[in-house]
Each structure stands twice: as structure tokens, then as C-alpha cells.
């Protein structure tokens, strides 16, 4: 168990709709991240936060926005989903951002979605 | 932009045999290298790490790690794999820049198959 929880385990829904994924870091790290693993694309960098600020985007489609919040939670908000948008969203952690001793992430189970 | 290559997708051996994943990157100045597992169904785990020091890195399971500088390469070697190693493994990078860390750029993976 890394200590990173994520909810649900399963998502289904259809297209069109709205979903959001939840993420509790472990205790006492500041940073979280989102990932979205996909078969054809692998494992992509989709938004950073740390300490309730966004401090970095790699490649998230303006449908999707996350946010964390006071207690440090995440969640992940996709919107108007496609089909191609089925995918396995991991949640990482890590302490922070400074020294290279602190940048080891953490992953949680993960949530499958499926956009039916 | 920096990236990462796995050159085997999908590795099938006999129990006992050796094994090395190829992992190599593009980016020409400091990084710290990570192995990662994805056992079926399971979270991502961090196998082993290099930040700096002996380029030889060991980590969990019997698994090590060689960096080479010169080519880029961040190989992962065991010498005798039992069926339960059959996962996914991930080879990540991320790039050390004025103190801080960049995000985590990840291969796209590599299947291992232990057969019995």
C-alpha cells in the first residue's frame, strides 16, 4: 500500500457527461499529480499541484481541470467526456519540490474509467 | 522536449533466465532515473532510484539498475527472474533544473512474461 488513496476504483458513464476523481495524497506530502495511462498514449502527465497551487500542466485537454484542496486532497475533474477518454487516472504524491531526496511519487491504485 | 525509450514492449522468458530492459533518455544535463512496476491489476511501485552517486543502483527484489552517463541509458538487470516478476515496467526521468525537479517523463513500458 503506497498510502496514496484514490475513489472510485471504477467509473462508468457515457459521453457527454461530467465525472470527478478523487485523490488523497500520503500523510504530510505536499504534491500531487495526475496521470493518465491509456494503451495507445502509455503514461502522460496531466497536472501537478502542490500545496493547493497548480505548479505544472503537461498534456491536459481544456475538458479536464483539477484543483487541491486545504486538506490537501486533489480531485480531477474531466468533462463532455469522448470514448478516448477511457483510461486508467493514477494519482501520484511526493513530499515536495526541492532536493532531490523529496521527488520519489508515490502512486495510488488508480480509477478505470470507461466512457460508454 | 525530453523523452524516454524502452526498447523492448513486450519481453517473454523461462524462470531463472537473466534479464535486462534497455532504458535510454534525451536530455543532456542533470536527471534523476527511476524504475517503476506495475504488477497486473496493481498501482505503480518504485522498484529503484538514482538521484546521484554510485551508478550502480540495487533495489527491492533483486532487481539493479546501471546508469550510464555517456549513453543516456538507465538499464535494469536481473539475473535470475521467478514467474511472480511477470509485470510492466516503467523506466521514468525527470530533469533537475536551477534546484528544482521537472515532472516525470515516462517509456511506455515494457511487458515481462516469466514463463514457469
Known amino acids: 500500500d503506497s498510502g496514496v488513496t484514490q475513489t472510485p476504483k471504477h467509473l462508468i458513464t457515457a459521453t457527454g457527461q461530467r465525472v470527478t476523481l478523487r485523490c488523497s495524497p500520503r500523510s504530510g506530502d505536499l504534491s500531487v499529480y495526475w496521470y493518465q495511462q491509456s494503451l495507445d498514449q502509455g503514461l502522460q502527465f496531466l497536472i501537478q499541484?502542490?500545496?493547493?497551487?497548480?505548479?505544472a500542466k503537461g498534456n491536459i485537454l481544456e475538458r479536464f481541470s483539477a484543483q487541491q484542496f486545504p486538506d490537501l486532497h486533489s480531485e480531477l475533474n474531466l468533462s463532455s467526456l469522448e470514448l478516448g477518454d477511457s483510461a486508467l487516472y493514477f494519482c501520484?504524491?511526493?513530499?515536495?519540490?526541492?532536493?532531490?531526496?523529496?521527488?520519489?511519487?508515490?502512486f495510488g491504485a488508480g480509477t478505470r474509467l470507461s466512457v460508454l | 522536449a525530453q523523452s524516454v525509450s524502452q526498447h523492448n514492449h513486450h519481453v517473454i522468458l523461462s524462470e531463472a533466465a537473466s534479464l535486462e530492459l534497455g532504458c535510454n533518455y534525451s536530455y543532456g544535463g542533470t536527471v534523476n532515473l527511476f524504475w517503476y512496476v506495475q504488477y497486473p491489476g496493481q498501482h505503480l511501485q518504485l522498484l529503484l532510484k538514482y538521484f546521484s552517486g554510485d551508478p550502480l543502483v540495487k533495489g527491492i527484489k533483486g532487481f539493479e539498475a546501471e546508469f550510464i552517463k555517456s549513453k543516456f541509458s538507465f538499464n535494469l538487470r536481473k539475473p535470475s527472474v521467478q514467474w511472480s516478476d511477470t509485470a510492466e515496467y516503467f523506466c521514468?526521468?525527470?530533469?533537475?533544473?536551477?534546484?528544482?525537479?521537472?515532472?516525470?517523463?515516462f517509456g511506455k513500458g515494457t511487458k515481462l512474461s516469466v514463463k514457469p
Open positions: 521514468a526521468v525527470n530533469a533537475v533544473y536551477g534546484g528544482s525537479q521537472g515532472n516525470l517523463i
Open positions: 499541484y502542490y500545496n493547493g497551487e497548480e505548479r
Open positions: 501520484a504524491s511526493s513530499v515536495g519540490l526541492l532536493g532531490p531526496a523529496k521527488n520519489i511519487q508515490y
